[in-house]
């Protein structure tokens, strides 16, 4: 009876080493994929940033193509 008490509990304690190995490299993946989501939301960003940027420009051309074209229209008359 004693002798299997104690391989149940030599059991239980190699379950919860497994347990633990498990969890620190569960806790290890999380830390990796947070970093990832972390860059991603970082690329996002810059590329949101960049579009940002560029729409502004194009509208500012745009702007300047139009008082272009305004311009000419005077000389054409």
């Known amino acids: 009876m004693i ?3 104690s391989n149940s509990i030599t059991e239980t304690q190699a379950q919860n080493l497994q347990l633990s190995e498990a969890a620190s490299l569960q806790e290890g993946l999380i830390r990796e994929l947070s970093a990832r989501i972390a860059d991603i939301r970082n690329v996002t960003s810059n590329n949101n940033a960049s ?3 560029t729409l502004k420009a194009a509208e500012e051309i745009n702007q300047a193509v139009k008082e272009i074209n305004e311009q000419l229209h ?4």
């Open 74 to 77: 005077k000389f054409t008359r």
């Open 51 to 53: 579009a940002a940027e």
């Open 3 to 5: 002798g299997s008490i």
